[in-house]
């Protein structure tokens, strides 16, 4: 599936999500967070592979320090 793809899905769900019901709502943002727990791990070195690349690329440090996504962020987010 292409990233074009991808976001049409997205967009229309959006869509569907904001006429829905709250307890809808509520469970949809609650399935959205157990699966960012559950891939952290994952979410982690990707942004880890980011900062690398930006830090070669010579990013500015207030830039890379927005960049960084740790657990304090990730808590915030769910």
Not at 26 to 52: G, K, T
Request: net charge positive.
């Amino acid at each position: 599936m292409s990233l074009e793809q991808i976001l049409v899905k997205i967009k229309k769900a959006a869509v569907r999500l904001a006429a829905a019901e709250t307890e809808v709502k509520n469970r949809a943002l609650q399935q959205i967070a157990d699966r960012l727990l559950e891939r952290e791990e994952a979410i982690f070195r990707a942004n880890e592979a980011d900062l690398e690349r930006s830090r070669a690329e010579n990013l500015a440090a207030p830039l890379l320090k927005r960049l960084k996504f740790d657990a304090a962020k990730l808590a915030e987010v769910v």
